[in-house]
């Protein structure tokens, strides 16, 4: 089973290639570095497939990593994976980045954190029957939801504002470590409609939303 894998949510955008007959199943990789995704990407798809002597309509799936992330490198991934999986008439499968990031950990319950911009941060709570709930959330809700459990990060900067739950620091998720999820997928036949399908951009909860209304509202003598 030929399967190609897309994330441009992180500094640098990936592809990879891989084929479960062989082992390792990843038979070729691309780094598109820099914010370069957008001019980068489907050269790269096409190049590493021409390379292997692959055709797209032969794929069994395009598997692409939707975030969330980088705005703009979220909506090029998501754009060039839908429209291979029309130009092929290819199954599409849709990977959030913190899942990814979770899976990097063998655990029965993680968290995973990544930066959001302006002090918050995005959450991914991960059981044993996958995801709990993935939501945009500030420093405080973070360490307050994750306290005492399994933290995995893959940011630097974010490691040192989680000091306190001791997370661990892993490589920033590449295409390639999307493969077990997609293949999860895959075998249940969990595709996703092209159609349909968005970009994981997590916003704060309701709650969360009140709860900062709330706080600026008395700091301003109750105005909004």
Request: with cysteine; glycine share 12%.
């Amino acid at each position: 089973m030929r399967i190609l894998l897309m994330n441009t949510c992180g500094v640098a955008g990936t592809v990879a290639l891989a084929d479960t007959a062989v082992e390792p199943p990843v038979v070729a990789t691309a780094v598109l570095p820099g914010r370069s995704a957008s001019e980068r990407l489907v050269p790269a798809v096409r190049g590493l497939m021409e390379v292997q002597g692959w055709r797209l309509a032969e794929l069994a799936a395009v598997v692409v990593v939707h975030g969330p992330g980088s705005f703009t490198g979220v909506r090029v991934g998501l754009s060039a994976a839908k429209g291979l999986s029309e130009a092929g008439g290819v199954p599409l499968v849709g990977i959030s980045r913190l899942a990814v990031l979770a899976a990097a950990v063998k655990a029965d319950a993680v968290f995973a954190v990544a930066d959001a911009g302006r002090g918050e941060f995005y959450l991914g709570e991960y059981g044993r029957e996958g995801v709990v709930e993935e939501a945009m959330l500030p420093l405080s809700a973070v360490l307050s939801r994750a306290a005492g459990g399994r933290v995995v990060v893959c940011e630097a900067k974010v490691a040192e504002a989680l000091e306190e739950l001791h997370p661990t620091l892993v490589e920033e998720p590449v295409a390639g470590d999307a493969l077990g999820l997609a293949l999860e997928r895959i075998g249940r036949g969990g595709f996703d409609d092209a159609a349909v399908l968005d970009a994981n951009y997590l916003r704060r909860t309701d709650t969360e939303i009140l709860a900062r209304l709330a706080v600026h509202a008395a700091a301003h003598g109750g105005e909004v």
